[in-house]
């Protein structure tokens, strides 16, 4: 994906390391403190989804932080549309919560935002669930499957559908499809967006929904109702990451922050937490 590797570019090239001034950035903070804040300690703000971002991040607090010269102050946002507004206005030094999909799409939307993703962390593979249907096999024709509202999402949820034989999709959509991009519906499933972080209340309304993986375990889906299909998570480009402002990618507090996310400590913490539905992925040498 062109956007992708831009992004990703920009992530490895950084800014040079340049210390520009920026509302509370982290470059800025590191600039004032000598490179650190009391006692050689630098506190970053980062915007998190609670589950599992902001965990890993508390994790990464709680045992590795201070060794490394931090502190991390996670502060948690309930959907996916403030952290990179917050980021941008100087309220964050980072987020991690995202895929560069989603980013880019933000970015598409707001010229204004100067932001780029710094490395994958981690994947949650999106799932359908169901509280009515056991089996994809068993949906009835005229079936309603709720998916997020948001582009990048959106076109992720309806490959998933595509991939398990649901719906097929018109060539040429790759990243940016939608429902009116549905070429055959053999079952004439009604596809239903909803804003992502309600998908897993909006089970009890509809036949079966497409949910992202944070908010299926923030609800406790995979234990509390009928997983009928999972992503694919080989080769799958919507890993999710740290995202800093672009004059940040090189600031020496980000760089250790990225840098304890791809801890063994972390991976054995994601591993062991979720039990393989949150992969740790990347590594800062890869």
């Known amino acids: ?37 009391e006692d050689g300690v630098a506190t970053l703000r980062v915007g998190a989804t609670p589950m599992p971002h902001a965990e890993i991040l508390e994790f990464v607090n709680d045992e590795l932080a201070a060794d490394a010269g931090l502190a991390v102050e996670v502060v948690e946002y309930t959907d996916y549309n403030q952290p990179n507004a917050a980021l941008t206005e100087g309220e964050l030094d980072a987020n991690y919560y995202q895929t560069v999909p989603f980013l880019e799409e933000y970015l598409a939307g707001n010229q204004g935002a100067d932001l780029a993703y710094v490395a994958d962390v981690h994947l949650e593979a999106f799932g359908v669930y169901s509280e009515s249907v056991e089996d994809l096999d ?126 063994q400590e972390v991976r054995d913490f994601m591993e062991e937490r979720w039990q393989g539905i949150v992969l740790p992925v990347g590594g800062v040498e890869e």
């Open 138 to 263: 068993d949906l009835s024709e005229g079936a309603d499957i709720a998916v997020p509202n948001d582009s990048s999402n959106m076109d992720r949820a309806l490959r998933l559908l595509e991939a398990h034989d649901v719906i097929t999709l018109a060539e040429g959509t790759d990243g940016q499809a939608s429902e009116s991009d549905i070429e055959d519906n053999p079952l004439d499933i009604t596809i239903t967006p909803v804003e992502a972080a309600q998908l897993p209340r909006s089970l009890q309304d509809v036949d079966a929904a497409v949910v992202n993986g944070n908010y299926a375990l923030e609800a406790d889906l995979p234990e509390t109702a009928n997983a009928l299909a999972w992503e694919d998570t080989e080769d799958n480009p919507y890993a999710n990451g740290l995202v800093v402002r672009s004059e940040d990618v090189d600031a020496e507090d980000i760089v250790r922050l990225n840098d304890l996310l791809h801890s």
């Open 1 to 37: 994906m062109t956007g992708t590797n831009v992004l990703r570019g920009v992530a490895v090239a950084g800014a040079t390391a340049v210390l520009l001034a920026g509302c509370g950035s982290a470059s800025e903070r590191a600039a004032d403190d000598g490179g650190g804040g």
